[in-house]
């Protein structure tokens, strides 16, 4: 099977995106509900760029004459649903960050309230402070 230069190229950029994401997940700053569409959308290149039979027919089943026009079709399809996904996960922590501080604000006042404190007046913490 010869391979042409664009496969390799995609082969290579494919690799190296997936290798980023590795070392990402790695280093934990990938979080473990995030890295899973990253890993797949870093290989999914490689995949489409050896492969090049089953999705040229199946553009050609689809009435496009262009093929490499469902590869850009594809990534913006895969790139809709990886926003549309990490939309709904930073949604869900904004909620979530916002529980949390109402909680902690509450907490707040009601610890006050035991130590019979105004609650306008700074904490010994914070004296001196701007």
């Known amino acids: 099977m010869k391979f042409e230069l664009y496969q ?3 082969a290579l950029a494919s690799l190296g995106a997936t290798s980023v994401v590795v ?3 790695r280093r934990r700053r990938l979080q473990h509900v995030l890295w899973l569409p990253w890993l797949a959308a870093a290989l999914l ?3 489409l760029g050896v492969w090049v039979r089953p999705w040229a027919t199946f553009a050609r089943w689809l009435g496009i004459a262009y093929e490499p026009l469902l590869l850009v079709a594809l990534a913006a399809l895969v790139s809709y649903a ?3 996904y990490l939309t709904v996960v930073v949604s869900s922590l904004l909620h979530k960050n916002l529980q949390l501080a109402q909680e902690v ?3 707040k006042s009601r610890l006050e309230e035991v130590a019979g404190s105004p609650p306008n007046e700074q904490s010994p913490g914070k004296r001196g402070a701007p």
Request: aromatic letters at 0%; zero cysteines.
């Open 105 to 107: 604000a509450l907490l």
């Open 82 to 84: 990886l926003l549309l």
């Open 8 to 10: 390799v190229v995609a």
């Open 45 to 47: 290149p490689a995949v």
């Open 23 to 25: 070392e990402l997940i």
